[in-house]
């Protein structure tokens, strides 16, 4: 991966090119290995370098034999090799960049849907005084834009845009996505006057001042139902993987995987295993509390003979982490998990720059448990909300069915789809919201439909969970230690494929991701596919009564934080002090941490 950052500027007065180097600066940990810069009013691009295919070529930016067009792109094109030969494409580099260049060149905006990987990238068309911007269909990467009068800037982190925006302002309007959500989903930003570009999607800028937006892909296209058997499903599956996990290991320079010992990372690396000459770098994190996967995570790497490391994170030094894991991200930090994994990027980098994951198993083959309520959930929806959100508000009260009956109840205290959508991981619902005084815009009031209820979630999931929260978490976490991550399950193939193909399948026999399951008892022991699925958990909920109770306590006292302004005085601390009680808020006290901490660090970002 890279850093990518560009101001394009049509005023005849203006000179961006220290500005720009400025924002480069800022990208440095995305490209320590090197960097370029075009200078040539209305545009000025920068580029930094993380270098892992064609390393000794494919400078950046990058332009086009006629001086037409200038690119700079972050990401991989994984089928760059394919394209290149199908469409004959003339090329003076072994690289992606300039594939992805001559296709753009060749085809404009349609060389979008044929494009295989991550990508972000900003193209400069000096004949017809435009710039495009465009993003991968889910988003695993990011890039950020603002428009300051006659000035449009672009960068891949929200905190390279600072030198650029006059007023360096939090959006409170994003408040309760903060809440409820975890993150704020594109196109807004946790900053007035800067937006994400929403995945799937492409804008251009022409400099009269005019703007064009447009998708290329949707999750919400029109969908075939596949007509499938389960064993076929699964032989299609297993294809598709070995297809998708053999691109993705295209790099020169070392690639590894990340194993948590979950479904999910176990078929990948054993799938990678099956396509590399020597033992595949395997890295795990653990927390010592009592969900700790390194164990089973030893297991998996034992059975597949991957050459495994493990980092272990505690308590000590956390909320400092956070604080400054926060300014990679430019936004509140949304998981706990995420300091596990910025450790556990730190400790992979020092072997290899590229990892794989499994994210994206979940939102594609429902392997959330909340997939297997989504009917009975969406068949309760009809009653009337006069009936229905008392009595879910009781039962959450009460307690009734734990942890996994909470999520239940608070989905189902929703009045419309989009509230009930949220509300399965929502650390606040918009009854929460309101009791708190935080004024919410009124949601979507269309009814689930019990036929589509799976589908609805799995659109939920892929169009804001994922990108807004999980990839962007993978991003600046892997980022921050200079590692490029990729993501097998999101291959477009896979993808398309995943939304054909019927819930019935995706959770047969009453399991989650059923088929995933099943190739994975090809290539892992079926003792450690069948557990439960834990996730990737911090013991945070013990260090709260103990560790870092105290040091929590100040960051939330209502004399000295900043979110005062936001919410209640000393909401937080009854919060803390009913967790140290007994009861279980460590839900509805993550967030408040991440706000003050992120609101401490805007000025300085």
Known sequence: MCGIAGVVDGSAAAEWGGVVREMADLLGHRGPDGSGFVDSAPAWLGHTRLAIIDVAGSPQPMTSNEGRYTLVFNGEIVNYRTLRTDHDLACSTDGDTEVL???????????????????????????????????D????????WTQQGSTIAFASELPALRPVVDEWQFDRECIPDLLRRRAVPAPQTTVVGIQKVVPGSWIRFSIDGSRMDGRYWTARSPR???????????????????????????ADVPVGAYLSGGVDSSLIVAIAAKHTAQPIKTFCAGFGGPDDERHHARLVADSIGTDHREVVVDATSFLEAVAVLTKYRGAPISEVSDIAVAALAADAVKEVKVVLSGEGSDELFAGYPKYRLAVPAAAVNRIPCAIRVPVMSMLAKRGVGGRKGASLWQALEGRTSEEQLLGWFAPYNSHDLRRLGIATQPEPGQRLRVRDAVRSMEIADLEAWLPDNLL??????????????????????????????????????????????????????????????VGF??????????????????????????SGEYLPDSYGLELLAAHRNGADLTKKIWPLITLELYLRSLESM
């Open 472 to 533: 962007e978490r993978g991003d600046r976490m892997s980022m921050s230690a200079s590692l490029e991550l990729r993501p097998p399950f999101l291959d477009p193939r896979i993808v398309e494929w995943a939304l054909d193909l019927p819930a019935r399948i995706k959770l047969h026999r009453n399991t989650n991701k059923w088929p995933v399951r099943e190739v994975a008892r090809r290539y892992v022991p079926a003792s450690l596919i069948d557990r439960p699925k």
């Open 537 to 562: 958990r911090v013991p945070l909920d013990l260090w709260l009564r103990s560790e870092l109770y105290a040091p929590v306590q100040g960051l939330l006292d209502p004399a000295t934080n900043r």
């Open 137 to 144: 269909r889910l988003g695993i990467l990011p890039l950020f």
């Open 101 to 135: 260049l001559r296709m753009l060149e060749r085809f404009g905006i349609e060389a979008l849907g044929a494009l295989r990987g991550q990508f972000a990238f900003g193209l400069w068309d000096r004949e017809r005084g435009s710039l495009l911007l465009a993003r």
């Open 224 to 250: 075939r139902r596949l007509a499938i058997t389960p064993a076929a499903a699964v032989e299609r599956l297993d294809e598709l993987l070995h297809l998708s996990v053999a691109e993705n290991l295209i």
